[in-house]
């Protein structure tokens, strides 16, 4: 059986995931936080683009204290780690 693509998604759905688990914060919480339902959450952890909907992301992004940044470049999407 081929092993499925891996989403170009999949680095913005495994930033959101740890920083998530870092604040301690369950999929239901995120979700109730940022007007958003809980299938949205695991849609955006889990890479499905079907469901995305940008301002939705954007919600997220601001409850987890996360941005999205665009900037010139020939990556599709580049996340980048947290400075200390």
Same mark, same amino acid.
């Given at each position: 059986?081929?092993?499925?693509?891996?989403?170009?998604?999949?680095?913005?759905?495994?930033?959101?995931? &740890?920083? +998530?688990?870092?604040?301690? !914060?369950?999929?239901?919480? /995120?979700?109730? =936080?940022?007007?958003?339902?809980?299938?949205?959450?695991?849609?955006?952890?889990?890479?499905?683009?079907? &469901?995305? +909907?940008?301002?939705?992301? !954007?919600?997220?992004?601001? /409850?987890?204290? =996360?941005?999205?940044?665009?900037?010139?470049?020939?990556?599709?999407?580049?996340?980048?780690?947290?400075?200390?």
């Amino acid at each position: 059986m081929a092993r499925p693509e891996i989403s170009w998604l999949q680095p913005l759905a495994e930033a959101v995931r &740890t920083q +998530r688990t870092k604040l301690r !914060l369950t999929q239901q919480q /995120v979700s109730v =936080l940022a007007g958003c339902g809980p299938v949205f959450i695991y849609d955006v952890e889990s890479g499905r683009k079907a &469901t995305l +909907r940008l301002d939705k992301l !954007l919600d997220v992004l601001h /409850v987890l204290g =996360l941005q999205l940044t665009l900037e010139p470049g020939q990556q599709r999407l580049r996340v980048s780690e947290p400075t200390s």
